[in-house]
């Protein structure tokens, strides 16, 4: 586990060297022991695949290298739990993205092996971000792994299915965005309307049931 300061009052927590879901575990339970322990000072933090921001409001005096060296003592004594194994959230999909085209290309796999392909793992949600509730999930097919678009496109709409390099997720609002658009789905994954906005959180399970 490493780590370095990043300007006067934040520091990021290296505690993996590659995406897996190891490192998934990692991020959960470093996040979790915050939570229930934050840290003098702590402001925000954010949890990332491989790494951990903190930033923090004041000091108290103590040098940020000191906290960031007891911080590091502290969680290299923690276990890593399972990750949780709750039934996959099934997310009904059309594919009928503007980019099916363009990834049967790349990847020489024809419109129904995409869908075929896209459907049959199930996904984790490594991480949020980028829009509120936008779910990166690990576990795409390498054969379906796409370079993003050249030039993003200036709005996509909320619902769109994408593939962004080896990554896949949903859009969660009408948004900029340069992922291949494969599909949509009419599941709002974020609407602020509800008592809980967020339909996914980090960690859980994901289904694309085609339509």
């Known amino acids: 586990m490493k780590w370095k300061l990043v300007g006067r009052d934040a520091l990021i927590v290296y505690f993996a060297d590659k995406i897996s879901d190891e490192s998934l575990a990692w991020s959960l339970a470093l996040a979790a022991d915050i939570e229930r322990n934050p840290p003098a000072g702590l402001k925000d933090f954010i949890p ?24 590091v003592a502290r969680w290299q004594k923690i276990a890593p739990p399972a990750l949780p194994d709750a039934p996959a ?7 009928d993205g503007e980019d099916l ?39 795409l097919d390498k054969r379906l792994h796409t370079p993003r678009l050249a030039k993003p496109r200036v709005k996509v709409n909320a619902g769109a299915i994408g593939i962004g ?47």
């Open 89 to 95: 959230t099934e997310i009904p999909a059309t594919y």
């Open 101 to 139: 085209a363009r990834v049967a290309e790349h990847t020489g796999v024809s419109r129904d092996e995409i869908v075929s392909l896209h459907t049959a793992p199930i996904y984790r949600v490594a991480l949020i971000g980028f829009t509120p509730g936008f779910p990166y999930l690990s576990g």
């Open 48 to 71: 990332a695949y491989t790494s951990l921001f903190l930033q923090f409001g004041s000091h108290d005096g103590e040098p940020l290298e000191k906290r960031a060296k007891q911080l």
């Open 165 to 211: 390099g080896a990554q896949t997720g949903m859009y969660t609002v009408d948004s900029p965005g340069g992922w291949n658009i494969i599909g949509r789905t009419e599941i709002r994954v974020y609407d602020p309307s509800r008592e809980n906005p967020f339909l996914l959180k980090q960690g859980d399970k994901v289904k694309f049931v085609p339509l």
